[in-house]
């Protein structure tokens, strides 16, 4: 008899640890960069155990890791750069590219579509925390 192999949902989930450098100034850095990745198409979950660690459950067939660290690094997010990062980081790259040769990504519309996202949740108006007669003469 034939095995026919039934691609369930729960064999394309990846939960997926993303290390970021953090900057001193901004102690909500990695709180920032979850809700970005919360908006994104194809996210299941996303953790932050550490002020530099991200935990990310999402499903392969939406959205590749590739894609989601392109993403955090266009919104000015810096990753980690260890060896160790590094080497797990091609590995993890190289997995979900075998398992997604039939898949199709474009990094150009989940770039495009989480700017429209953040741009529609940000505030909008004068965001200059200077008074008022201040301004005038800077």
């Known amino acids: 008899p034939t095995q026919r192999y039934d691609w369930s949902v729960d ?13 001193s100034q901004d102690p909500g850095y990695a709180d920032s960069a979850a809700d970005l990745l919360r908006n994104a198409r194809g996210i299941i979950h996303v953790q932050v155990p550490r002020s530099d660690h991200l935990l990310v459950s999402y499903n392969v067939r939406e959205i590749k890791l590739q894609i989601l660290e392109a993403l955090l690094t266009e919104f000015g997010y ?30 150009a519309e989940y770039t495009r579509d989480a700017f429209i996202t953040r741009y529609l949740r940000r505030p909008h108006g004068c965001r200059d925390r200077r008074p008022e007669y201040l301004r005038r003469y800077l």
């Open 11 to 23: 064999e394309k989930m990846r939960q997926r640890s993303i290390w970021l450098v953090e900057p």
């Open 78 to 107: 810096t990753l980690r750069t260890s060896l160790v990062c590094r080497t797990m980081r091609a590995l993890c790259y190289y997995i979900e590219d075998i398992e997604c040769t039939s898949c199709k990504h474009d990094q």
